[in-house]
């Protein structure tokens, strides 16, 4: 089973979060999309395989091609996936982006705090609340 499915393009942040995952948080499962349409592949999977949900989705908001917007969008849009907490991680902290992202659904909105210590801190009390604490509705 996947925690957590983090959509992230960008390579080195990618591989902070997975260093940071397997430093400081072994028991949780996760997998990293860099696309959008590798993530629409992985929830909804093919004509060969099931869908595989995650209990979080944890993603970026600026990627190239189907942005973050898109994928929340998507994501609400369809009974499958619309009950998935979605978390927006991202280093934009411009008021436009919070409200739109909320508007379509995310759960949180969390801005990147750029460090690796800051970043695995916060992941930690992220997870503590979204995967220990709560009763997901799926």
Not at 55 to 74: S, T, Y
């Amino acid at each position: 089973m996947i925690d957590v499915l983090y959509i992230e393009d960008n390579a080195n942040e990618a591989d902070v979060f997975a260093r940071l995952m397997r430093r400081k948080m072994q028991s949780i499962g996760f997998k990293i999309a860099d696309s959008g349409s590798e993530t629409i592949r992985y929830l909804y999977g093919t004509t060969e395989t099931a869908p595989t949900m995650p209990r979080l989705i944890l993603m970026d908001i600026n990627l190239n091609g189907m942005n973050g917007f898109d994928i929340i969008k998507h994501i609400r849009d369809d009974a499958r996936t619309r009950m998935v907490p979605i978390i927006a991680f991202s280093t934009s902290d411009s008021p436009t982006d919070v409200r739109r992202a909320y508007q379509l659904g995310v759960n949180a909105y969390l801005v990147k705090p750029g460090g690796y210590q800051s970043t695995g801190d916060l992941l930690e009390r992220t997870f503590a609340f979204w995967l220990a604490d709560n009763i997901c509705a799926f």
